[in-house]
């Protein structure tokens, strides 16, 4: 597995495991920012990866992933 991480300015503690970082910017500071940039870019990489997957292997990782949880 990889780890590719799509973070803010500040940046997540993860990032320095990730084998892949985005780092996004914040246009707000506080506990409320708007966070559309991050969820667009997110959902982009997803429906990217999904797109190279054999249907079969989609779900056999979202099997993995919902057992996993």
């Known amino acids: 597995a990889r780890l590719a991480l799509i973070t803010d300015a500040w940046e997540s503690p993860l990032a320095a495991r990730a084998e ?5 910017p ?3 500071a506080g506990p ?9 870019v ?4 997803l ?3 999904a797109a190279r997957l054999e ?7 979202l099997d993995a992933l919902t057992q996993a949880l």
């Open 55 to 61: 249907p079969a292997g989609r779900l056999a990782d």
């Open 47 to 49: 429906v990217a990866v």
């Open 42 to 45: 997110t959902e982009l990489l």
């Open 20 to 24: 892949v970082l985005i780092r996004l």
């Open 26 to 28: 914040r246009e707000a």
């Open 32 to 40: 409320i920012a708007p966070l559309a940039h991050q969820i667009a």
